[in-house]
């Protein structure tokens, strides 16, 4: 069973930066892919991107692509998701997700994080 433990949410002003923890349990993770997403008030869950934990190669949602980067520390089996020119827009809880590279669907899903930008 893998468990993720989202950290490092918070309240920021426009423009400013924030960058999100995601922290797996022990294990080996080559296999899996791992995804962040974010959920604002009233809107579906929305994809910001994911990482594929074996190569580190990564993918950001159009609406991101430029300001969020995903990246990984294999050492601390964490997956963390920086986070720059925040915009009001990006308020929403967000979280981290795990499965193996081949299957469509994120099985394990961390608790989430509240972030909030202010104008």
């Known amino acids: 069973q893998v468990q993720l433990v989202e950290s490092g949410g918070g309240l920021v002003q426009a423009g400013g930066s924030l960058r999100l923890s995601c922290a797996a349990s022990?294990?080996?993770?080559?296999?899996?892919?791992m995804g962040w997403f974010r959920q604002a008030p009233s809107k579906e869950r929305e994809f910001v991107g994911h990482?594929?934990?074996?190569?580190?190669?990564?993918y950001h949602a159009d609406s991101v692509k430029g300001r969020f980067t995903i990246s990984r520390d294999n050492a601390k089996n964490t997956v963390y998701l920086q986070m720059n020119s925040l915009k009001v827009e990006d308020t929403a809880v967000y979280y981290c997700?795990?499965?193996?590279?081949?299957?469509?669907?994120?099985?394990?899903w961390g608790q989430g994080t509240q972030v909030t930008v202010s104008s």
């Open positions: 997700a795990a499965k193996k590279y081949y299957l469509t669907e994120y099985e394990y």
């Open positions: 022990e294990g080996t993770f080559v296999s899996y892919m």
């Open positions: 990482i594929r934990w074996s190569d580190g190669s990564t």
